[in-house]
């Protein structure tokens, strides 16, 4: 148990659907983060958030919509994806200080297939 | 090309044995650099996290090793168990702007 908790834990969507994935940290830190994790491929970062606010988004497509609505709570709203856009998607959490950037604590991911 | 490579992509070795995995970077200047390991289905979990100024970190019957100087670090599993058997990755973390670079991982898998 890490202190991040992701749900639901598998994901199965039409391209045509919408859905959402949650993540919840326990830990009392103040940055979220989510990533992708392709087959093969490094994780990949698609959004953070540093005291509830977006501090980055690294080009991510606009189908993925990312949403914190305070520092415990992270979702990531899902709409019209692409079969390519099947990966784990994994929620971390760290305490970010002053040009810091802390420990990152997982989830057990969101495993998405998209058909 | 990735900022961060590791080898072997895949190695399998018997229970019991010792195992070396190879961490090579290219990103600098660097704040620190993580070990981490996940299941398979899991997310990571975090072995080790040394600095620039550290040579090795242990945990348990992992040890990391770190050469600032070629660039490398190395992942040592002494007296491999099952529970072993998952993906080892290495992350950069860049020193300033404090991202993160993450290597594809070395996928360890150990038999009996």
């Known amino acids: 148990e890490t202190g991040v908790t992701q749900t639901p834990r598998h994901l199965v969507m039409g391209m045509t659907n919408k859905k959402s994935l949650k993540c919840e940290q326990h830990?009392?830190?103040?940055?979220m983060y989510w990533y992708k994790q392709s087959a093969k491929k490094p994780l990949e970062l698609m959004f953070v958030?540093?005291?509830?606010?977006?501090?980055e988004n690294n080009s991510v497509p606009s189908r993925f919509s990312p949403e914190c609505p305070n520092s415990s709570h992270l979702f990531l709203h899902l709409h019209t994806l692409q079969p390519e856009d099947s990966a784990l998607y994994l929620c971390?959490?760290?305490?970010?200080?002053?040009?810091?950037?802390?420990?990152?604590?997982f989830g057990e991911g969101s495993r998405l297939t998209v058909l | 090309k990735n900022q961060v490579e590791q080898s072997p992509q895949s190695l399998i070795i018997l229970e019991g044995k010792n195992c070396t995995l190879q961490?090579?970077?290219?990103?600098?200047?660097?704040?620190?650099l993580r070990w981490y390991k996940q299941d398979t289905g899991r997310g990571p979990v975090s072995l080790t996290i040394?600095?620039?100024?550290?040579n090795t970190k242990s945990n348990g019957r992992y040890t990391a090793t770190l050469d600032a100087d070629t660039k490398q670090s190395s992942l040592h599993i002494t007296a491999s168990q099952l529970s072993d058997s998952a993906s080892y990755i290495c992350?950069?973390?860049?020193?300033?702007?404090?991202?993160?670079?993450f290597g594809k991982g070395n996928q360890v898998v150990v038999i009996p």
């Open positions: 958030y540093s005291l509830e606010e977006r501090v």
């Open positions: 961490c090579n970077y290219t990103v600098s200047p660097f704040s620190n």
């Open positions: 040394m600095t620039f100024s550290e």
């Open positions: 830990l009392g830190h103040n940055a």
């Open positions: 992350v950069v973390i860049l020193y300033g702007n404090n991202r993160l670079a």
């Open positions: 971390a959490s760290s305490q970010h200080g002053t040009g810091v950037t802390g420990e990152l604590f």
